[in-house]
């Protein structure tokens, strides 16, 4: 199944209904793929709007303590890049939920730029976010990526110049990561305080959506979050509460509860601007 553009069609959906998009992320093969593929399923059903897979990695440099677990459960479960493929195509039979393939560039490399790209369309996936490929060295990618109709998301962090900021805006596609803190990604127990203005000022040079990532872990920091971004990234949050439902019978309906709280919070608060704004 070839991408349809599932990504613009979502976001101009939620555009449309003054929503913020909920953007769960999971190690796919996290504990099992049989559990990523019920995870997506309940998810979307929670109200999950786009989903990230990860690409279990042995060094994945740019995650936490609570990401690395779980991508390290990812590999001990066989979770590579063709069975992930498999999945996802499987999975096609039952949503049409756009999913995002997140991970690093060595996995990818080893399996072959164009080979990847066709395959990842073939199964029904949406876009690609490579932690450690910076945009100017991923022309190898770039090219069959978007010949098979793959968006790019790439990230931009507080640290990131405003010249640079200006050329990762013009290569990217889908949408932009926000990367909310300098450092790993993990859960916080606070949001950095300049956040919103430099999400606004992000806005300002792009009409890409902006998703905001690394450290949201509440409902109440994801409806923060989605009274000024795109979309709400969350990630290790959800990967600390695998790890703890390992063993139970429950595990993917307690995920599914988390994603459906953080998604009536957002909710909640955009409906609560719009009353605010029309009294």
């Known amino acids: 199944m070839v991408n349809s553009g599932r990504i613009a069609a979502k976001f101009r959906e939620l555009r449309a209904r003054d929503e913020a998009a909920l953007i769960p992320f999971i190690v796919a093969g996290d504990p ?20 990230e897979l990860g690409v279990p990695f042995s060094d994945p440099m740019a995650d936490g303590p609570a990401n690395q677990r779980a991508a390290a459960r990812g590999l001990s479960s066989g979770a590579s890049l063709a069975a992930i ?20 560039y060595n996995p990818i490399f080893h399996y072959g730029c164009e080979r990847l790209s066709a395959d990842a369309a073939r199964a029904g996936i949406d876009g690609l976010l490579v932690v450690d490929l910076p945009p100017e060295e991923a022309a190898e990618l770039h090219k069959p ?14 640290t990131t110049p405003l010249d640079r900021t200006e050329k990762i805006v013009r290569s990217a ?92 919070a957002m909710t909640t608060v955009r409906r609560g601007s719009e009353t605010s704004a029309a009294r």
């Open 32 to 51: 099992d793929l049989e559990t990523t593929g019920r995870l997506v399923l309940e998810f979307e059903q929670r109200g999950a709007d786009l989903i």
């Open 85 to 104: 493929l498999s999945m996802v195509e499987q999975l096609r039979t039952r949503s049409e939920i756009p999913i995002v393939l997140f991970g690093y």
């Open 145 to 158: 990526a978007r010949k098979n109709g793959l968006d790019l998301i790439h990230l931009l962090a507080p």
């Open 173 to 264: 596609s889908g949408f932009l990561y926000y990367v909310s803190v300098t450092g790993v990604t993990g859960a916080r127990a606070e949001l950095a305080t300049d956040l919103e203005e430099h999400v606004r000022r992000i806005k300002g040079l792009t009409e890409l959506p902006v998703g905001v990532g690394f450290g949201i872990s509440n409902p109440a920091q994801a409806a923060r979050v989605a009274e000024f971004a795109d979309a709400v990234i969350v990630g290790s949050a959800l990967s600390l509460a695998i790890e703890a439902n390992l063993r139970s019978p429950n595990l993917v309906e307690t995920l599914g509860a988390m994603v459906g709280a953080m998604k009536d």
